[in-house]
C-alpha cells in the first residue's frame, strides 16, 4: 500500500560564508526527537554528532560540507530551523540577582523575569572581526574561524591534558607568514604549529585570544525591567548554548 506523502515546506537562510541563501526544511519529528537529545545529553561530543545530523537531514543541498561551516553558521541555521518549525518567538526567563533589604539582611529579589524574543531578528554580532594577527613588523598570523570540523576535534580534546590549550588555537591557524614566505597550517603538524604558540611574547599571545573573544556568534541583548523591584537589567543571550541548551 502506497501511503500519501505529505508536503513539507521550503524555506531559505543566509549564511556568512556561503554567498547564495541556503535551502531547507523544517524539523520533522525525528529532528524534535534529536533536539530534545541535545537538551538531555551531557556529554558535549554526542551533542556535535546529534547537532550534525540534524543538519544534514535539513538542508537540501547535500553538496554543502557541513563540517566546513563555521560554527556561526551553525546557530544560524539552527535558529532559522527552530523558527521555522516550532515557531518564530522564543521564551525566555531570568532570575533577577539584586540584592534587596538592608544590612545584613539583603538577599537576592528572586523575582522570575519574563521576555520573549523573535529567533528571525536575533542579530549576528562582530560580523566586521578581523582575523590577521600581528606577531611583528613582519611576521603575522592568519586565523580562520572555527568550523564544524575544528570545533568536533575541539571536544575531543581533553582539556586537563597538557596544551589542550594550544591544541584548540592551532587547529584554527590558517597560515603564518613573513616579508616573503607563507607557512600554511596544513603543511605543518600540530606539535610545530603548538610550538610556534608557547614561543609568543605574552602581549602577542593575548591578541589571540581576543581575536577568539570577537569572532561572529549569534547575540541577543535584552534590557529588562524587574516588575518587584525595579533593578534595570541587561541580559545577554550568545551562541547555541545560551538559546536552546
Partial sequence: MKLPKIETPIYQ????????PVMFRPFLVKEQKLMLQIVEERDPKESIKITKTIIKNCLLDQSIDVDALPSVDIEILFLNFRARSMGENLDVFFK???????????????????????????PVANQ???????????????MKLPTFEIVESIANVDPTVENSEFKSIAMCIDFIFEK?????????????LIEFIVQLPPEKYELITKYFNNIPIVRKELDKECPKCGFKHNFVLEGLNDFFI
Fill in 128 to 142: 566586521d572581526y578581523n582575523n590577521r594577527i600581528m606577531i611583528s613588523d613582519d611576521i603575522g598570523i592568519q
Fill in 180 to 192: 616573503e614566505n607563507v607557512y600554511y597550517a596544513k603543511d605543518a603538524t600540530l606539535e610545530e
Fill in 13 to 20: 537562510a543566509k549564511l556568512l560564508s556561503i554567498k547564495e
Fill in 96 to 122: 533577577c540577582k539584586n540584592l534587596v533589604g538592608d544590612g545584613e539582611e539583603k538577599k537576592e529579589c528572586g523575582m522570575v523575569i519574563e521576555s520573549s524574543i523573535n529567533l528571525l531578528e536575533v
